[in-house]
């Protein structure tokens, strides 16, 4: 597996110059920041597909999260966003049919929030063992009640009020 880098960002989301590998993340400073993207994927029921995150995966393991992942360096957010997608679901859309809901600056990233409509069947996505142990639709309702019971994992209240105004 080739190694992976991230890119390393200040506050606004502009290149710094340097780069980090991805097992050095620990070591952003403060000030420093990495790119990562979030998938919503919306069907025309508006059900939103959610992933339980393997067992193994680090962080957070085995928890119900967004599908989503970190930009590898010289990627744009739509360019990691598609491949994400992509390889985590086995999900493939053209660059017209995703689209951008909003940046979030977290502790150490910058999360952009995206947005995508498909109507795929459960058996029919491709899940990428490593990342995704398994995926479901879930009611706006269903995913507030998650959230709620700690069975998905808590991005805060200023994220999941754009997830809920999708």
């Not at 989301?13 to 991805?22: A, E, I, M, S, V």
């Not at 706006?140 to 999708?166: C, P, W």
Request: glycine share 6%; with cysteine; net charge negative.
């Amino acid at each position: 597996m080739a190694v992976e880098y991230w890119d390393i960002l200040d506050r606004d989301g502009n290149f710094t110059g340097q780069r980090l590998k991805r097992d050095r993340f620990n070591h952003l400073h403060s000030g420093q920041y990495h790119l990562v993207v979030h998938i919503w994927i919306c069907n025309s029921r508006g059900e939103f597909l959610i992933q339980q995150r393997s067992a193994d995966r680090v962080p957070m393991p085995g928890e119900w999260a967004a599908t989503g992942g970190s930009a590898h360096s010289g990627e744009t957010s739509r360019q990691a966003a598609m491949r994400e997608l992509a390889e985590e679901l086995g999900i493939a859309v053209r660059e017209n049919e995703i689209h951008y809901v909003c940046r979030l600056v977290r502790k150490n990233s910058i999360t952009d929030l995206w947005r995508v409509g498909v109507d795929a069947a459960l058996d029919s996505l491709t899940l990428q063992p490593e990342e995704v142990q398994c995926a479901r639709w879930v009611t706006r309702d269903q995913l507030r009640e998650m959230i709620k019971n700690r069975q998905f994992h808590d991005y805060g209240t200023a994220y999941f009020n754009a997830v809920f105004s999708l």
